[in-house]
């Protein structure tokens, strides 16, 4: 079974400053994907950026990049110019590219971005 | 706005009460995902439909049930409800390659 973790239960930003969270994972899979779900208080969960396992090349959406280290399990999010409104619950995600895609979340990581 | 739609947005009940939730999945999508988080706690992935047929199964009770109706939307069953259930309950939905999941706003169940 995969397993995904986050070691930083919380974490707090300077706004303009930069941030990197924290993720690893456990699987026997070669194929699959991972993602970072934001959930600010509102609840909704928001998708901020994902990757696919077969590409090296790291996943950038705007100021959110990530780094992938697949022979080390590692999938880290960087937020660049951090904003009050990324305040919110990350989570990293694992799903296996074949039938029965569900996805695994790791424990989320609480981002404060102070003013 | 994802385009999944959830309803009740929020639902009050009693123990041993059962209750169903509604998720529509957005235009195209054929696979629904359901997933319970309870308070401050990550989600936990139920049950997956793929064009009306279950394609996957995670921590479901045995006393909830779900399925997807030929129109694609889907409902999820909860039975004999217990003080535990109360969660937040997620819908997604996505398309059949890609991975992208795209979340409902949740239905905020609280067993009283």
């Known amino acids: 079974a995969q397993t995904v973790t986050q070691s930083q239960p919380e974490m707090s930003v300077q706004e303009a400053e930069t941030v990197t969270l924290s993720c690893t994972y456990d699987t026997s899979e070669n194929n699959y994907y991972l993602f970072w779900y934001k959930q600010p208080p509102s609840r909704q969960m928001i998708l901020v950026i994902r990757q696919e396992a077969y590409k090296q090349q790291n996943a950038t959406e705007n100021r959110f990049s990530v780094n992938f280290q697949k022979a080390a399990k590692s999938f880290s999010l960087k937020i660049s110019d951090s904003q009050l409104g990324d305040t919110a619950m990350y989570f990293c995600?694992?799903?296996?590219?074949?039938?029965?895609?569900?996805?695994?979340f790791g424990p989320g990581t609480r981002l404060s971005v102070l003013p | 706005d994802s385009g999944v739609t959830q309803t009740p947005k929020h639902l009050i009940t009693a123990t041993g009460q059962r209750v169903t939730l509604r998720c529509s999945p957005r235009s195209g999508d054929l696979s629904v995902y359901w997933y319970q988080q309870s308070l401050d706690q990550g989600l936990q992935f139920l049950i997956q439909y793929y064009n009306g047929e279950e394609r996957a199964k995670g921590n479901i009770l045995e006393r909830f049930s779900a399925q997807q109706f030929p129109d694609l939307h889907s409902e999820l069953n909860l039975s004999s409800l217990e003080l535990g259930d109360s969660a937040l309950y997620f819908c997604?939905?996505?398309?059949?390659?890609?991975?992208?999941?795209?979340f409902g706003p949740g239905t905020r169940l609280t067993v009283l």
């Open positions: 995600a694992f799903m296996k590219q074949s039938q029965g895609q569900n996805f695994v």
């Open positions: 997604a939905s996505s398309v059949p390659s890609g991975g992208k999941q795209f």
